[in-house]
């Protein structure tokens, strides 16, 4: 189910995208970064997907954990559709 904001599928693709590059630039697995989550490497995977959104304890927990601003790591709109 697509929250109202985001009725094309678009954020969830930026933000699934967002997540996965912050990661790679660490160098750490879905697995690692489920660890530090404290969060199963499924759930990862479906942020990394866009089939689910982190809520906003764990927005606030990937930002910090990847060390990316969180409005660069979850813009509330497209750049590219702007």
């Not at 979850?74 to 559709?81: M, N, Q, V, W």
């Given at each position: 189910?697509?929250?109202?904001?985001?009725?094309?599928?678009?954020?969830?693709?930026?933000?699934?995208?967002?997540?996965?590059?912050?990661?790679?630039?660490?160098?750490?697995?879905?697995?690692?970064?489920?660890?530090?989550?404290?969060?199963?490497?499924?759930?990862?995977?479906?942020?990394?997907?866009?089939?689910t959104f982190p809520t906003i304890v764990h927005q606030h927990l990937l930002a910090r954990m990847l060390d990316v601003p969180l409005a660069d790591l979850?813009?509330?709109?497209?750049?590219?559709?702007?």
């Open positions: 189910m697509r929250s109202t904001f985001d009725r094309d599928g678009g954020l969830a693709r930026l933000w699934a995208a967002n997540i996965t590059s912050a990661r790679h630039a660490r160098g750490w697995t879905k697995a690692d970064l489920a660890e530090l989550m404290e969060v199963d490497k499924s759930t990862v995977g479906r942020w990394e997907n866009g089939h979850f813009p509330l709109s497209d750049p590219a559709a702007d």
